[in-house]
């Protein structure tokens, strides 16, 4: 990465004392953006600025979609700089690389890693200013700097008791150089890191005064909505744009590669003028598609060759010396991100620029999509961040940005494209599909010596970044079993196999994909976890007990099942039909364990979620009532796909559109939670997606411990428990 130089522009614009960081090829780098010599060899990233009139103003970066972060980061900072929090104006930051994630290496908000990938940065950035002003007091009280401190946005002479605060000290600070590596603070001298302190994003939503994407309004806007295919890569045959544009309000009607735009003044004209395209398609590409063919492909992928993402012993001499081979197949379908805000951005292009509002997860994807299609570098093209009405992994992806500059760039105005609730959902890039075979070989004692895991996954990177894909291995779709190549996302599993061996085949289906909240570690601890379940009842050892032997080398994840064990007060017997289940994860650098207690109604098939227990060891944990909230929304999003959720194809595409024929978890449906955060010293990491892991296998175990029935397959609807219960 060559190092950046600042603008003139850009520096001109920064005033008072202004703490930057960089990235340079040797890690991220903290500055002042007062320092010439500096500014001239780096473009900083600003994060925080102190005024004279004792203001601190914390810039976020990310994109705040109910994760809390924007809170979280500010909080980092707050503490170690020693400010106020009531001196504190947050605000957040549109496109800008110097934002970039020091782990991702882009300006996204993904992976968990907004606190995790950040979190030593801020630190360090937030002590930096406190050094300096502490020492710009002392060199204006001409006292040594070791009788001076640091307190709420002031600083102390200790022996005087003299006090300046530290909007008086801006012109003095902002001349000192930046200390390289300023001591942090003590663990027991955090401010507000490990309270909880109050999301600030709250009030103005619940005001609704928040700017979301869809409430972006812009002079001389037209609204857009497409026509898309109905079915994988079909084509118009027919289409009347005659009757579209007959509709008061239609201004033009556009064909682009992704379907035909109707432009308006409203968003109604707009959708009035699709309804009168009546668009004739041909039947696409694979017009026998159907949820049925999805899944018999998916089971018949099963005996093909795929490519070996790992392999470690001998699989196959522990297979034949095992005393007993255990095996069994499960299927996990797609699902629909299902975001409460459908997919929506606006584009001004205007010759050699462009600017763009976008509730996205991407600055960094939406610039570079933006710039392919319109032409113009990404410096010419800047994305104004507004608040996201959900995420989970979707707004990364960047099909709707090019979709919508397709559309600007053919127009002399600045364009909304909004998707409709069915665009959004039959248009989506699913939580990839899966169907997987696990043979565990075990010996006489009942100790697994082998593990043979063959995956197939509807392929994530294949859709949006081939060049990922390494050695034929989508490894996005493993997490949980195999860890990627470098960088790791500490997404491996937790359980240790003297001989294992993984095995991955890629769909070759037209249907796209995309990281879900958890990305495949969802599905995939869906899969281990319940036939770790199955393996220790074949063996007939508690379930607990049976993976604490496994996990016998790591203290972390023991930690939380212990945790989580003493919470459920397991081992206690229920009465008929009820059951508990037992699940754990690690992902993004965070432990999770859960017992699901459930009741199941054996006329009708339902089954009912009354209680989840969780236990989470996340490292250092910046807020804790966040970190909570973030857990108890993982558990009910994870509830809501274990029962209900499935995409339903039909002719070559997606029959599913709304939310009366996509349901979901509705608020009489959430159980009861209860969650645990274990003190922990270990590394931080991240919290917004472990949770949503082990709830569904933990669900599938304490159904099978309430009817004595497995079922290896998600959904866990009325009609497969029904099925299932036929077999009993």
Known sequence: MKDLIMTRRTFLKTTG????????????????????????????????????????????GNSEMGQGSMTSQPMII??????????????????????????????????????????DVLRKAGAAGRVMLVKAASDLWKVPEEECFAKLSTVIHKKSGKKITYGKLVPYASKLPVPENPPLKDEKEFRYMGKSIRRVDIPDKVEGKAIFGLDVEVPNMLYAVVAHPPAYNAKPLLY?????????????????????????????????????????????????????????????????????????????????????????????PHISHALMEPINITVHFQKDKCEIWAPTQSQTGTRMAASRVLGIPPEKI????????????????????IEACEIAKQVDRPIKLVWTREDDIKRDWFRAATCQRIKAALDGAGNVI?????????????????????????????????DSPP????????????NFYVEQYLSELPIPAAPWRSVQNAPNAFVVECFIDELAH??????????????????????????????????????????????????????????????????TGSIRVEKVCCAVDCGPCVNPQNAVSQIEGAIVLGVSTALKEEIVFEKGGVKSSNFDDYRIIRMSEVPEIKVKILDSKEKIGGIGEPGVTPVAPAIANAFFNATGVRIRRLPLSPKVVLEALKKK
């Open 17 to 60: 004392f202004v703490i930057a960081i960089t990235l340079t090829p040797f890690g991220p780098k903290i500055i002042n953006a007062s320092e010439k010599k500096d500014i001239e060899k780096f473009q900083p990233t600003v994060w925080y600025e102190i005024t004279p009139d004792n203001r601190v103003t914390i810039y976020f």
């Open 78 to 119: 707050a503490d170690e700089l020693e400010a106020d929090w009531k001196l504190v104006t947050i605000k957040q930051k549109g496109s800008d690389d110097a934002f970039r994630n020091p782990i991702l290496r882009a300006q996204i908000t993904v992976a968990s890693a907004s606190i995790r990938g950040f979190y």
């Open 240 to 332: 009347d744009e005659k009757a579209a544009m007959a509709i008061k309000g239609v201004k033009k009607v556009l064909k682009i590669p992704q379907g035909i735009a109707v432009l308006a003044d409203d968003f109604y004209s707009a959708y009035k003028g699709v309804e009168a395209l009546n668009v004739k398609w041909d039947e696409g590409s694979h017009p026998h598609m159907d949820s049925p063919y999805v899944e018999k492909y998916f089971m018949e992928c099963l005996d093909k060759p795929g490519v070996v993402a790992k392999n470690e012993g001998d699989i196959q001499r522990a297979l034949s010396e095992a005393k007993s081979v255990y095996e069994a197949i499960y299927y996990v």
């Open 382 to 401: 800047h994305v104004n961040t507004t608040f996201l009405g959900c995420g989970l992994g979707r707004k990364a992806m960047t099909d709707y940005v």
């Open 450 to 482: 082998g593990w043979h895991h063959k995956v197939v996954c509807t392929s994530i990177l294949r859709f949006y970044n081939p060049a990922a894909i390494k050695n034929g291995v989508d490894y996005f779709c493993l997490w949980g079993i195999v």
């Open 487 to 498: 960088p790791p996302v500490f997404s491996s599993t937790v359980y240790e196999f003297p």
């Open 538 to 603: 074949f063996v007939k050892k508690d379930p607990i007990e049976f993976r604490m032997h496994l996990l016998r080398n790591n203290p972390r994840a023991r930690a939380v099942l212990e945790a989580v064990k003493e919470m459920a007060g397991w081992g206690r017997k229920l009465p008929k039909g009820k059951g508990i289940g037992i699940a754990q994860h690690s992902c993004f650098g965070t432990y999770v364990a859960q017992v699901a207690e459930i009741s199941v109604d054996e006329k």
